[in-house]
T-cell receptor, first 117, second 114 residues
Framework: AQSVAQPEDQVNVAEGNPLTVKCTYSVSGNPYLFWYVQYPNRGLQFLLKYITGDNLVKGSYGFEAEFNKSQTSFHLKKPSALVSDSALYFCAVRDSRINTNAGKSTFGDGTTLTVKP | EPEVTQTPSHQVTQMGQEVILRCVPISNHLYFYWYRQILGQKVEFLVSFYNNEISEKSEIFDDQFSVERPDGSNFTLKIRSTKLEDSAMYFC????????????FGPGTRLTVT
């Protein structure tokens, strides 16, 4: 079974400050990890993913995420938040051991990020 | 940039009626998915589809649901007899290859069952 947890429903930061949105996961094998962002009345938009290799992954809009195997975490970060980053963020996991490529990703509950001017 | 499109954007239907939600995935993508998001809740996997057959489905995807790729471009989700609890945002997604390739999501269809 695969699962993902986003422990914070809401994260508030001031513009210009660093932001972190937390994600922890559970899989039997090695994880494939994804971050998506959802703006109001829009679909999910891919930000970045970790498959293998460097633990620090860089993605769109200046976001990055660090894979930490010992802590089973994949926290999303940005050094300097913008008001336009305000949105709903979803972490997703997929167990690499599942032998169908067309299987599901499991999504977290989502974290609402609010960046105040 | 190519994108996944979905129609209609909003569908209102009465309980017991059949609905068909339509999606046009990105043209060179081979893997297709349906997810749903009940208002304020998490995104839930429904079904994945590859090579003209279902690859994986969740427990939500019961006999009331079916998917079809009727031609080379459309990918549809049919709900045979809608229930109130089917009210949700339904997202179609596609990916060029299977996971771990990222999925590209459409803007969603809001289904309201009255």
């Amino acid at each position: 079974a695969q699962s993902v947890a986003q422990p914070e429903d809401q994260v508030n930061v001031a513009e210009g400050n660093p932001l972190t949105v937390k994600c922890t996961y559970s899989v039997s094998g090695n994880p494939y990890l994804f971050w998506y962002v959802q703006y109001p009345n829009r679909g999910l938009q891919f930000l970045l993913k970790y498959i293998t290799g460097d633990n620090l992954v860089k993605g769109s809009y200046g976001f990055e995420a660090e894979f930490n195997k010992s802590q089973t975490s994949f926290h999303l970060k940005k050094p300097s938040a913008l008001v336009s980053d305000s949105a709903l963020y979803f972490c997703a996991v997929r167990d690499s051991r599942i032998n169908t490529n067309a299987g599901k990703s499991t999504f977290g509950d989502g974290t609402t990020l609010t960046v105040k001017p | 940039e190519p994108e996944v499109t979905q129609t209609p954007s909003h569908q209102v239907t009465q309980m017991g009626q059949e609905v068909i939600l339509r999606c046009v995935p990105i043209s060179n993508h081979l893997y297709f998915y349906w997810y749903r998001q009940i208002l304020g809740q998490k995104v839930e996997f429904l079904v994945s589809f590859y090579n003209n057959e279902i690859s994986e489905k969740s427990e939500i995807f019961d006999d009331q649901f079916s998917v079809e790729r009727p031609d080379g471009s459309n990918f549809t989700l049919k709900i045979r007899s809608t229930k109130l609890e089917d009210s949700a945002m339904y997202f179609c997604a596609s990916s060029e290859q299977g996971l771990p390739y990222e999925q590209y999501f459409g803007p969603g269809t809001r289904l309201t069952v009255t």
